[in-house]
């Protein structure tokens, strides 16, 4: 349990320097659990960070797998062109991205990509004079002329504001390098519907046996029911504490929890406002 724990909480570090730290608030959104071990932690996780649901896909250990044989086909192409927002060459900005999405159209036409799934994308690296490093800001397509400059400073002051929570309006802005992105866009991912039934996850039900959960901040055994993934159903609801095997991960979810199986097959397990506070105070007494 200590293990879990360390590794619980390393993980929880990470969820808060890409959410908290960044200006958002974990209870906007919900915690997919994904990968092997994901579904093993993500309750706790999401019980300590706030977020009020996890969201299990079917086949948790292949998904980055699937999302790849999903993604659009992507080629970027960039050039350097130092350029001052306060002195933009605007002829020469423009001819340089041509000559980007000349190159990006040619590559799109060999993939045999038709021009109805066809996306030609603008981007400017961006930052403020005297700065060492860069953020990436979509610009808009057309003439460059004082009102797509203006445009391509807001964008990036929201951009700096976003990551480093400040903005300096005041200051002008370089653009070191420009970037075109050719995408071929592909199909769309077709969720299918799975067979629905009653909230009883009886039919799923393999065994049930004693394990161990920190309740309250203690260790305890526990009478635990363990069932086959393949066999919960859309509309089956499975009580805490539960562990649901399957060949790809485990995913557990804790005392005083519940999940549910939706329409897609994906568990969704509520993680109500009691639980964010009993497992932020076993944290607290833990590192007590």
Request: one cysteine or more.
């Amino acid at each position: 349990m200590g293990a879990i724990q360390i590794a619980s909480h390393s993980m929880v570090q990470s969820i808060e320097e890409n959410s908290v730290r960044k200006g958002f608030d974990p209870r906007d959104f919900a915690l997919v659990a994904e990968g092997g071990a994901g579904p093993m932690f993500a309750a706790n996780i999401a019980a300590e960070v706030g977020t009020p649901a996890v969201i299990v896909p079917p086949y948790p250990g292949v998904t980055a797998a699937l999302g790849l044989l999903v993604t659009d086909s992507v080629y970027e192409y960039v050039t350097t062109t130092y350029q001052r927002m306060s002195q933009l060459n605007a002829a020469e900005l423009q001819a340089r991205f041509e000559e980007l999405e000349a190159q990006a159209r040619e590559q799109l036409d060999r993939d045999g990509i038709p021009e109805d799934r066809r996306v030609i994308q603008r981007v400017a690296d961006c930052r403020y004079l005297g700065q060492g490093y860069e953020l990436r800001v979509e610009a808009d397509s057309g003439a460059l002329d004082a009102d797509w400059a203006a445009k391509l400073a807001a964008k990036f002051h929201d951009a700096h504001e976003r990551e480093y929570s400040r903005r300096f309006e005041e200051s002008d802005i370089e653009i070191p390098n420009i970037r075109v992105r050719g995408i071929g866009l592909i199909e769309p991912l077709q969720m299918r519907e799975v067979k629905r039934a009653g909230e009883s996850p009886a039919a799923a039900l393999r065994h049930e046996r004693e394990a161990w959960f920190r309740v309250d901040g203690e260790l305890r055994e526990l009478p635990t029911k363990f069932y086959d993934r393949a066999l919960l159903v859309a509309g089956n609801r499975v009580d805490g504490p539960a562990v649901i095997n399957q060949y790809d991960t485990t995913t557990v979810i804790p005392p005083g929890l519940t999940a549910e199986i939706d329409r897609f097959g994906n568990i969704v397990i509520r993680i109500e406002q009691s639980a964010h506070t009993a497992a932020v105070g076993a944290t607290d007494a833990a590192t007590a």
